[in-house]
């Protein structure tokens, strides 16, 4: 008989607390030992935690986010949810050495006229680099605002040329156990099932904000923030933000996602950042930033509501949450 560790998305609402908590505490004790070094050393140490060098990009700058406060690089990088490494969110930083990034390929199936498979220098050639500044909102109540690089998702999925009959476009995170070691424990042992699904309506993947990001803070992405490319999908809840894509599908039908897989009275399809509708063990109405010490309001669509709201404005959103 098998003692089966509790999974991290059965913790209740005050373990997701003190995670946060002991999180700051930690932030805290690290600034309180920075204090006490010189502020050169303390950079050499944040540099030394890179898993490997990253490459410098150019980009234009765009006007979105203007005005945000950014969270530091630092905070973006080591404290990750990427469950293919660990549920921990400390750990990613720390094992995602063993992800290869390059060479890398994404495929692209289902409804199309062009079925291809594109390596990502080759995807690159045909896009524009841009920096955009975007509020990012975990359905366990964490926030933080990054400057991703990268590139609109409509962009990238021209590239398959969606037929009129893709009603939604599915991705999947490469699988590969030997790249991603949770993807061996099994489901027995508590692991989500593998690969990560992510799915969106095609009118949500061709609007203006949702976006590719192949790099942050102008340089390409940390492997634990989902190298070579992930998706970014700012009015949602972070979990519809899949990392390390290899895998593009257009389908007729809506796509189960992985959490919704796991757990469907938590989780559903949509995840729209709605401070309305509380998750069933937590309200949604307050989040707290990376670093910070209090809660704020979180905003309805994640402060993206102009941009978006009339995607949905049909529907129940408590319905389709
Ligand atoms: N493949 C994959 N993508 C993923 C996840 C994951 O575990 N695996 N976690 C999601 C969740 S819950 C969040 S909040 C964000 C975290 O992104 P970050 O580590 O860059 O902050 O990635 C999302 N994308
Ligand atoms: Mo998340």
Redesign the pocket.
Known sequence: MYILRKPTWQLSENEVTDETLFHKRREFLKLGAAALVSSSVVVEKLSAMETTPRTPLSFVKTSYGEGLELNSFEQ?ST??????FSTSKEK?AKMAHTLITSPWDVGFYGECENSTILGVEDILKQVALEERIYR?R???GWS?V?PWIGFPLKKFLDIAKPNAKAKYVAFK?KYDPQMFPDQSRGLMFGA?PY??V?GLRMDEALNELAFVAIGMYGKELPK???APL?LIVPWK????????IDYVEFTIKEPKNT?QVVNPVEYGFYANVNPTVDHPRWSQAKERKLGSFLKTKTLMFNGYEKEVAYMYKDMDLKRYF
Do not use: L
């Open positions: 973006a404290y990750n949810n990427f469950y293919e990613p990012f975990c359905v366990e933080m990054v995170t989500i690969p990560y992510e634990q923030n989902g992930r809840y972070g979990f519809k933000s899949i990392k390390s959490w």
